[in-house]
C-alpha cells in the first residue's frame, strides 16, 4: 500500500467590511479600527477611529474600502452622547 499526501495550497479567507452590519466594530492588519456605519444614501461606509496626539480623530475610511479585515471586535448596539 502507498500513500501520497499532497499539500494542499491554502488561502487566507478575506473578510469584505461591507458584509457587515451597520454598527460592527472592526480592526484592520495595521492595527487601526473602524466602525461600520451608513450614510445618509443608505450606503455603508467606514467611520474610522483612531488616536490622535491626546484626543480622539473621526474621519471617513475611504483608503481602507478595499482592505481585508484582520478582526471582528463586536457590534454597537446604542451610543449616547451626552453634553
Known sequence: MKITIKNKEKHPK???WQSFPC??????????????IENVYGQKE???LSHWLNGERFELARKYKTYPVAKILGTIKEIIVEK
Not at 492588519?29 to 473602524?34: F, L
Request: charged content about 15%.
Open 46 to 48: 467606514l467611520l474610522l
Open 23 to 36: 454598527g460592527t466594530m472592526i480592526e484592520f492588519n495595521d492595527g487601526i479600527r473602524a466602525m461600520v
Open 14 to 16: 478575506i473578510i469584505i
